[in-house]
């Protein structure tokens, strides 16, 4: 029998990502999980800067719109001042890798009792496609435009591996994406695991979602998506780094 | 007979009497008694208190509880607020309230240690990228510090901007008698994110800014009409206005005395709100004084501006704007006296 899908009612209008995009399906299944753990009237989403800004004229449950890279921190504040409220921080991987990784990491290491959900493009989307932290080796971006360097510029940061293998107390950190139906679905239920243990006082949750950009990739949103199950799955696996505990 | 108690305590203390209850901040000599204190303080009255890796990062979970609609407040020194002016440009943009204390310590980049007042145009003018500003409060005792703790807390609710209880290293460290106010609570805000959703939130790509703005100004405009402070006293028939604020201004309240006993006719303004700058202190003195002289503990002399800009707007244009300026330390009275002199005799050459 097929089932009707419903937009959650949490989102009240069309959302501008370009076609494609794995923004638009991180914010549903986001908004899927509060409705279906009837979290809508005790939820607050800390938005980041970058494209994902453009969620903020549709998400309708309690919002904030952080600095460029300061989520975690600002979610921090949310949290103790709320602590039975579900508390999500939503950032980029320029957002939260660059310019934020000090609130990022400093967050795990509290163990702060908040979700941070970070999509990896591998680009800066917002300003136009610069090289980022998880841009990977090669990749041709408006800074690196013969490709990136990573003897001059690192290699592509591993933000989850990094949390989960430094603060083992965290509750829950796992690494999802979107270009495949049966990824949606394992994605959502990395989510909601998320929300159940910051809403169950386990601490600390991360996912990391891999995204296409083909916008700034110059890419076709198939091409794109091929690149994300290819180049990029390989370096950055799929799944959860670290597993919820029985309380 | 009132308790001696540090500045720093005394200041802390007062933040919680005042109903804060969310603390967060990064220790900085000579602001950190403060948050030591309060590392205790805050979980005895059932409170929050984080210590975050740097100021900037205290800043923004500050942005997290001031929009929750919590009481919240932070305290650093120069450089540190120099770390926190992203964080409290952005709580400007978001119409957000909170206090912070600048315990300034004199100097550029890591600054020293010693007190000063080298923060004046940086604290006055908001601070950070933008267009706002905060309340500017400079106590020159502990007892009116704590007096004005609670004052900026309100002052920042009703006009939702943020206070700076702009203070200095000497302060903070001293001891003096006071008295504690009794216990305050305090409600959260009304319509405050707290994820029940009661308001719905504006985005950033549907804000009206140009009414935003036009409502901002309009606010500040009520701001500095209604909330200067200042103290004043011979002012009336002074040859000479010296103009003061803080320590610097203790001191010029003690040498004006002894001057006046001596025969000089001087008189002294000493400003409590740097911003709004108590301009209305300026309309009552004699129209034939010849000068105002600026004491400031800073080396470049930073409030001077201020005060000429202040006699531009009263119709007092022409007269000397002088500044002395001590790097740094609180000026002795006698310093003050013996500069006070060279300048009626012409050896100090005026600023304006
Ligand atoms: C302090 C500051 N520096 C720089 C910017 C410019 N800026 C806006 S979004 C962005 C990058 C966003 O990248 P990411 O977080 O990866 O999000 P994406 O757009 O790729 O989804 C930058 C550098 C800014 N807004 N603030
Ligand atoms: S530029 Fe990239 S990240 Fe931004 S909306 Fe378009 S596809 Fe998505």
């Known amino acids: 029998m097929a089932v009707a899908k419903k937009i959650p ?21 986001i908004a899927e999980c509060i409705e279906e753990m009837k979290q809508e009237k005790n939820s607050i989403i800390n938005v980041g800067v970058g494209c994902y800004s453009l969620m903020t004229p549709s998400v309708e449950i309690d919002r904030f719109d952080s600095l460029h890279g300061r989520g975690a921190a600002i979610s921090t504040g949310f949290k103790r001042a709320n602590p039975d409220t579900l508390v999500i921080s939503y950032q980029g991987d320029g957002d939260a890798y660059s310019i934020g990784i000090g609130e ?34 090669g990749q041709k971006t408006t800074t690196s435009p013969l490709g990136r360097n990573c003897q001059t510029t690192g290699m592509p940061m591993k933000f989850p591996e990094m949390i989960a293998s430094s ?16 990824y949606v679905n394992k994605l959502k239920g990395y989510i909601k695991n998320a929300f159940e243990a910051q809403m169950n006082g386990e601490g600390y949750s991360l996912i990391e979602v891999l995204s296409p950009c083909p916008t700034n990739w110059g890419m076709s949103p198939v091409e794109s998506h091929e690149r994300v199950n290819g180049e990029i799955e390989a370096y950055y696996p799929l799944g959860e780094f670290k597993l919820r505990e029985e309380k | 007979m009132s308790d001696m108690v540090k500045g720093n305590h005394a200041f802390a203390e007062a933040a919680v009497r005042a109903g804060a209850r969310f603390y967060a901040g990064y220790p900085i000599t000579p602001s950190t ?14 409170g929050v208190f984080i210590q975050a890796e740097n100021e900037g990062a205290s800043m923004n ?3 997290g509880a001031s929009a929750s609609g919590v009481r919240c407040f932070t305290a650093s020194s120069s450089v540190g607020m120099t770390l926190k002016q992203e964080a409290i440009s952005h709580m400007a943009d978001s119409d957000l309230p909170f206090l912070a204390f600048n315990v300034v310590r004199y100097g550029n980049g890591l600054g020293t240690l010693d007190t000063g007042q080298s923060d004046y145009h940086r604290d006055t003018r908001g601070g950070g990228s933008g267009d706002y500003r905060c309340i500017v409060l400079a106590p020159y005792s502990i007892p009116e510090a704590v007096e004005l703790i609670s004052v900026g807390f309100d002052l920042s609710d009703q006009y939702l901007v943020g206070t700076i209880i702009h203070t200095e290293a000497a302060l903070g460290q001293m001891m003096e008698p006071c008295d504690m106010p009794e216990m305050k609570t305090v409600e959260r805000r009304f319509g405050a994110i707290d994820g029940t959703y009661s308001h719905k939130r504006i985005s950033p790509l ?9 409502e901002m100004k309009e606010r500040y405009e009520r701001i500095k009409a209604n909330e200067q402070r200042w103290e004043s006293e011979y002012v009336e028939d002074a040859d000479y206005v010296l103009v003061a604020y803080g320590l610097a201004g203790r001191s010029v309240i003690g040498a004006v005395k002894q001057l006046r006993e001596e025969g000089h006719k001087v008189g002294y303004i000493r400003p409590i709100t740097l911003w709004p700058y108590p301009e209305k202190a300026f309309e009552a003195v004699n129209p034939e004084v010849k000068g105002y002289i600026s004491v400031e503990e800073n080396a470049t002399g930073q409030m001077v501006d201020d005060i000429a800009l202040t006699l531009k707007k009263t119709s007092q244009a022409s007269k000397d704007v002088f500044a002395l300026t001590y790097a740094y330390g609180v000026p002795a009275m006698k310093k003050i006296k013996a500069d006070f002199i060279r300048i009626t005799k012409g050896e100090i050459k005026e600023v304006y």
Request: overall charge neutral; some cysteine.
């Open chain 1, 104 to 137: 990022s990491v400093s967050a795990a290491y509290r163990n702060e009792n908040i979700t941070v959900i970070t999509v990896n493009n591998t680009n800066y989307g917002m300003t136009g496609g610069q090289m980022s932290a998880t841009t990977m080796p």
């Open chain 1, 167 to 182: 603060f083992p107390e965290v509750a829950y950190v796992a690494r999802g994406s979107v270009t495949k139906p049966a």
């Open chain 1, 9 to 29: 009612s949490i989102l009240s209008k069309q959302i501008s990502f370009c076609p494609g995009c794995g923004h638009g399906v991180v914010v549903r299944l």
């Open chain 2, 61 to 63: 979970i500050l942005t």
């Open chain 2, 206 to 214: 549907t804000r009206n800014r140009l009414e935003e703005a036009v």
């Open chain 2, 33 to 46: 008694e403060i948050m030591e204190y309060l590392s205790t303080r805050m979980e005895e009255v059932g």
